[in-house]
């Protein structure tokens, strides 16, 4: 005589409910998928983000360093006087050491009888983009004062 399987009290027979229920319970939940899916996809924007105003930081930083050599060169001129004024030339200044490959030159012009005229430019590569950027201040200097 043969003896038949007789589940135990709780059990449940191979391929009956429980075994499913394990089974189905093993895996990730299409919501669950979702949610990591999002989250992912989140904190990817939010890394782009970052690079991004990175970037437009240190822009504006080298900016500032341009902006500050030029106006201390245009200080140092005025308070030379006209009579002191060089002829146009490149000059160096140790801020230039933090921007890549930066140049920095002065044009004086005679404006008129009197006056003189002071382009400074500060050029300088940024380390991502291929276009050079530069920061240009005039100002006029006069034998009499004034300006």
């Known amino acids: 005589m043969k003896k038949s399987k007789i589940p135990a009290q709780g059990g449940s027979a191979p391929g009956g409910k429980n075994q499913k229920s394990k089974i189905w319970n093993s895996g990730f939940s299409f ?32 900016q500032e360093i ?6 201390n060169k245009i200080e140092e001129l005025r308070a030379g006087g006209y009579d002191a004024l060089p002829g146009s030339s490149s000059f160096s200044d140790s801020q230039l050491d933090s921007l890549l490959n ?9 404006f008129n009888a009197n006056t003189k005229e002071v382009l400074i430019t500060i050029q300088w590569d940024e380390p991502i983009g291929s276009a050079a950027r530069s920061v240009s201040l005039t100002t006029l200097i006069t034998e009499t004062g004034g300006l």
């Open 66 to 71: 341009a902006l500050q050599v030029a106006s």
């Open 31 to 62: 919501i669950e998928v979702l949610a990591t899916v999002f989250i992912i996809g989140m904190v990817l924007v939010l890394y782009q983000t970052a690079l991004g105003k990175s970037h437009y930081i240190r822009y504006a930083k080298n």
């Open 102 to 110: 930066s140049s920095a030159a002065m044009t004086i012009t005679s």
